[in-house]
């Protein structure tokens, strides 16, 4: 099977450098043309022109900044979009790709919405995995040839959905990773070195791995029974985070926001409650 890639940013690239390995044929299209020179002397085919890398193949991979990339360079095209199944891997928001959607089928072309979940080194390998949404028996003809970049996870027919996956799980992850800055910066005013707290930073996120699956039936049920952690008891331990990185006089504004978020489940109500009833005010429905 064949594919084109449009964009050759360092995820693109690793994306073409998959394919030529698993022995597949692959078109290449970049705004900058001299990003494409090391991947033809490795076997892609240089396309000359948006056009020639459309008509190359009806499977067109976009690996690009962000969605109006897409219109930046397909736009131009008109009739060449007609029959192709984009598959856009460049990260933008639900809606934006909503649009896209709608946008490609007035142009006779389906979207497949990829959200890649792995950094460009892991892309290819076993470890890579990456969300998808669009239209399903479409995703199931082409899923052979989105295996060879990592391992397809399709979450639905709305192809904002692996958009809303992606950003989610990356909230997690930049939320978290802050998390970990503030603590080594809370912990360095005496002195103590970030490495110092690793093992008990990792000790400490495989707890909170453990909490997930209990906690998930209490923010997906609505109940959040506070016979054990209550938000009065975590708010408290939230108090304290803030003042003592006020008093180390380092920067308050992430456990600000987390205090924020006790203080209004509090003034809402929810002092006995389980800490995750906080999901209502981040739904924003309590207040
Ligand atoms: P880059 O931002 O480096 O990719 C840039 C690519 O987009 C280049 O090919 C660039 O062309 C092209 N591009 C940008 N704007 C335009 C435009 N207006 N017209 C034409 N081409 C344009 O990103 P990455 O390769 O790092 O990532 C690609 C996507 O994947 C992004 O959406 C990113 O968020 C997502 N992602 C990245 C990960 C990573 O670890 N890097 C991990 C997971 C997802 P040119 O070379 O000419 O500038």
Redesign the pocket.
Known sequence: MSVTQI???????AMVRSYLAKGHAVTVW???AS?ADDLVAEGAVRAGSVAEALAANEVVLL????Y??MY??LSPEGEALRGKVVVN????TPERTRVAAEWLAARGAELITG??????EMVGTEHSFVFYSGPKATFERIEPLLAVIGRPDYRGADPGLAQLY?QALLDLFLTTLSGFLHASALLGTAGVTAETLVPYAVENLTLVSSLLGESAGYVDSGKHPGDQANVLMMGATADHIHAASRDAGIDVTLPAVVKGLYDRAIAAGHGRDSWTSLVEIIRGKAN
Request: glycine residues 14%; without cysteine; proline residues 7%.
């Open positions: 964009g050759l940013g360092p995820m693109g690239r970049n705004r900058t990003r690996s690009l900044t962000d109006q990339a930046d360079i891997l460049s990260s933008d959200g890649v979940m792995v950094p460009e992606y």
